[in-house]
């Protein structure tokens, strides 16, 4: 018994080298977008987020086109695409009458159709998987250190601007009002989204990396309702995520990236029925109560 354990869940990590840069890679991954995940969510930003995963695209393909598959001007380009297509899509929706979501959405898929041109016009299918994808099992020391750097920086601006990212997912009408730090703070936000998805791009790609940052925190939000316990949460529903779904693609011989995914949303399913906040179970009992 003892030796299957060990051959199902420890042997994987243990045994290849691959699967320990892959494990390590997704947890520091999750230390830092969960938590971002949750303001997200809990600022109804969750669509605007996938919009930004899809907006790197153009700049990751421009570092494609003239680097070929080179994690730092791939990186470069990425954030410099998402950070442009972030205030693009602001300044539409401050100058004009049309609403952030609405503008998000036309940068959104026009960045992807461009993107998705400038792999294609140089690269092979399986380059343009690749970009989409990810290849978490094809981390290097390069992608880690990039990754453990953006998990340091976000967590650092977390750590310092806490009090107000939270005041302004409760009112930000009013922390514009009483601090000059709401338009700041909310750009520094945005910064550290795009941080987070490019780190992302390199291990599940631009269609994935939003799924991360975002299903952990929509599960949690059914456990809690505090912001500290959600993201740790979070967190740790990222991590559980990431060691299944990197489990089942080693023995099930499957896609480690949307495995990844897809264990996460088996948790957010989870969630969603047994939840202590405001899940179906929860108002199930609270139905039956008010009615006995």
Same mark, same amino acid.
């Given at each position: 018994?003892?030796?299957?354990?060990?051959?199902?869940?420890?042997?994987?990590?243990?045994?290849?080298?691959?699967?320990?840069?892959?494990?390590?890679?997704?947890?520091?991954?999750?230390?830092?977008?969960?938590?971002?995940?949750?303001?997200?969510?809990?600022?109804?930003?969750?669509?605007?987020?996938?919009?930004?995963?899809?907006?790197?695209?153009?700049?990751?393909?421009?570092?494609?086109?003239?680097?070929?598959?080179?994690?730092?001007?791939?990186?470069?380009?990425?954030?410099?695409?998402?950070?442009?297509?972030?205030?693009?899509?602001?300044?539409?929706?401050?100058?004009?009458?049309?609403?952030?979501?609405?503008?998000?959405?036309?940068?959104?898929?026009?960045?992807?159709?461009?993107?998705?041109?400038?792999?294609? *016009?140089? /690269?092979?299918? @399986?380059?343009?998987?690749?970009? #989409?994808?990810?290849?978490?099992? !094809? %981390?290097?020391? &390069?992608? +880690?250190?990039? *990754?453990? /750097?953006?998990? @340091?920086?976000?967590?650092?601006? #977390?750590?310092?601007?806490?009090? !107000? %990212?939270?005041? &302004?997912? +409760?009112?930000?009408?009013?922390?514009?009002? @009483?601090?000059?730090?709401?338009?700041?703070?909310?750009?520094?936000?945005?910064?550290?989204?795009?941080?987070?998805?490019?780190?992302?791009?390199?291990?599940?790609?631009?269609?994935?990396?939003?799924?991360?940052?975002?299903?952990?925190?929509?599960?949690?939000?059914?456990?809690?309702?505090?912001?500290?316990?959600?993201?740790?949460?979070?967190?740790?529903?990222?991590?559980?995520?990431?060691?299944?779904?990197?489990?089942?693609?080693?023995?099930?011989?499957?896609?480690?990236?949307?495995?990844?995914?897809?264990?996460?949303?088996?948790?957010?399913?989870?969630?969603?029925?047994?939840?202590?906040?405001?899940?179906?179970?929860?108002?199930?009992?609270?139905?039956?109560?008010?009615?006995?």
């Amino acid at each position: 018994m003892m030796d299957f354990l060990y051959g199902l869940l420890i042997a994987p990590f243990a045994d290849f080298a691959f699967m320990q840069r892959a494990l390590f890679g997704s947890l520091m991954l999750s230390l830092g977008a969960c938590p971002v995940g949750v303001f997200l969510m809990l600022r109804r930003m969750s669509l605007s987020g996938d919009a930004m995963a899809h907006a790197i695209l153009p700049g990751a393909a421009a570092g494609f086109l003239l680097y070929g598959l080179e994690i730092l001007p791939m990186t470069i380009g990425g954030l410099i695409a998402g950070i442009i297509v972030a205030l693009g899509a602001g300044a539409v929706s401050r100058f004009t009458i049309q609403r952030e979501d609405a503008s998000m959405a036309a940068f959104y898929l026009i960045s992807l159709a461009v993107g998705v041109l400038m792999v294609s *016009i140089r /690269g092979s299918s @399986v380059d343009l998987m690749h970009v #989409l994808f990810g290849t978490v099992l !094809a %981390l290097n020391n &390069e992608a +880690l250190s990039l *990754i453990g /750097g953006i998990v @340091v920086v976000t967590l650092a601006s #977390l750590a310092i601007f806490w009090r !107000a %990212l939270v005041a &302004e997912c +409760l009112d930000p009408l009013f922390l514009r009002s @009483v601090s000059r730090m709401g338009s700041p703070v909310h750009f520094i936000f945005l910064g550290l989204v795009v941080l987070n998805l490019v780190g992302g791009f390199q291990a599940l790609g631009t269609l994935l990396s939003v799924g991360l940052m975002m299903l952990p925190a929509a599960a949690a939000r059914f456990w809690t309702v505090r912001v500290e316990p959600m993201c740790v949460l979070a967190v740790l529903i990222g991590f559980a995520s990431c060691i299944a779904g990197l489990l089942l693609s080693y023995h099930a011989s499957l896609p480690s990236g949307p495995a990844i995914i897809l264990s996460a949303g088996v948790v957010y399913f989870v969630s969603i029925m047994f939840g202590s906040r405001g899940a179906l179970r929860a108002r199930i009992v609270h139905h039956r109560h008010r009615t006995a």
